[in-house]
């Protein structure tokens, strides 16, 4: 038994149209109106393929397929938000393996013992609204529902007034809800599986992960007639800044990775000493103490900074994930639906935040990995082989039907 390969190739590529960019990649922002089109067209393939919709006070979607007994479901998600010029696989990719694997259940007329659900997951990027994976962190009690509703867009938007505009804020309480299993197909985005020619990585855990935001506040002047003596740079402080942040990564060594991935500059025009810069720092590293260690040397970075150049500052370290390890069971169903499936695979840890961190709070989780072109990812050029996405496809509906098979 095997999934339906060019239905899935068809799915992927609907689906891609909805904001689509000129060089064949994909901006689908949370909660804007391509979203809710991308939403719209799942909505009309779950109810065709027979699921019960429902949507929660997050705007997440669960589909529903019924089992033989009322037992906790097995779930399958993702997401299907993306960054501004992503890629066509970063998301959308499991939701669609999720519903081809119940377009396959349907096929075969396998009647499972337990339901197994479709879930799709909203602002997972945290590209718009941040923090990122923001409404399964409502669903694992870790976000507030009204601190999530109250975040705002670098527009000043509301999320729930977003949410109500493309019509997905639900009705259903946005709260952890019993379950078997929850499984995660997601690209790698990194290089090791294409590195090692393989097509699965059965994915042990997700780093532990740290998000920052400094302000820096200098004295807007003049560029020509300011003498460099009386300046007080904000982009200087935060250049330094930017540097100090990479030169942590080096000096702790391992696994540590660390990046400054937003910069403002104001004014930000060409004769004017900048006056404010607003920064993020991202830190991930698999060992909890290692970014225990790291952040305090960020207060350090920053603050000498700042005083060198004679500058007020604000800094807050305002979201913070452990390490999350998954399910030991589930984790090895995933290795045998691999093996069964008669893949090449190994085990893996993720570098990135998915839902699935989340989730792995409330119940038993899992994720399956297929891999990344040149490792990239959350650009235009993310590529995934088809015969990767085949093999990682099989091996979540194997994995979904030994799972809902159980007691």
């Known amino acids: 038994m095997r999934i339906d390969r060019k239905r899935l190739e068809r799915s992927m590529d609907d689906l891609g149209r909805i904001g689509e960019t000129p060089r064949g990649g994909l901006t689908r922002l949370a909660l804007t109106d391509d979203d809710r089109r991308g939403r719209d067209w799942m909505v ?21 397929r019924a089992g033989a007994e009322a037992l906790p479901p097995v779930l399958m998600g993702s997401h299907v938000d993306s960054v501004p010029t992503g890629g066509k696989y970063d998301g959308q990719l499991g939701v669609l393996c999720g519903l081809e694997t119940i377009r396959a259940l349907n096929d075969h007329r396998i009647r499972t013992r337990r339901p197994v659900t479709l879930v799709i997951f909203t602002n997972e990027e945290g590209a718009r609204f941040q923090p990122a994976m923001i409404a399964s962190g409502v669903m694992a009690g870790k976000i507030a529902l009204e601190d999530a509703y109250n975040t705002r867009d670098a527009d000043g938007i509301r999320l729930a007034d977003e949410l109500e505009r493309i019509g997905y804020l639900g009705s259903e309480p946005c709260v952890a809800r019993p379950f078997r299993a929850y499984l995660e197909l997601h690209i790698e985005q990194g290089p090791i599986l294409e590195e090692e020619g393989l097509s699965v990585g ?28 009386i300046r007080h740079d904000a982009l200087v402080a935060a250049a330094q800044v930017v540097t100090g942040v990479r030169r942590i990564a080096h000096e702790i060594g391992g696994d540590l990775v660390t990046t400054v991935g937003r910069l403002t500059v104001s004014p930000n025009i060409v004769n004017a000493i900048p006056g404010k810069v607003a920064l993020s720092i991202d830190m991930r590293d698999p060992k909890n103490e290692t970014l225990d260690r790291a952040l305090p040397l960020v207060d350090r970075v920053v603050r000498d900074a700042c005083e060198r150049e004679g500058v007020r500052y604000e800094l807050e370290h305002y979201w913070r994930v452990p390490f999350t390890p998954f399910a030991p069971d589930v984790v090895g169903a995933v290795e045998r639906a691999a093996k069964a499936g008669g893949v090449r695979y190994r ?46 496809a099989n091996t979540l509906f194997l994995v979904a039907l030994e799972l809902a098979e159980q007691a």
């Open 44 to 64: 009309a393939h779950m109810r065709e393929a027979g699921l019960r919709v429902t949507v929660d006070q997050m705007g997440n979607i669960f589909g529903e």
């Open 202 to 229: 059965v994915v042990e855990g997700i780093v532990a992960i740290s998000w920052s935001r400094l302000t820096i506040h200098g004295v807007q002047d003049h560029a020509g007639p300011t003498p460099m003596r």
């Open 347 to 392: 085990r893996i840890l993720s570098g990135a935040g998915h839902d699935a961190q989340y989730m792995a709070a409330i119940g038993p989780a899992g994720m399956i990995f297929v891999p990344s072109r040149g490792g990239r990812s959350h650009c235009e050029e993310e590529f995934t082989p088809m015969d990767d996405i085949e093999n990682g």
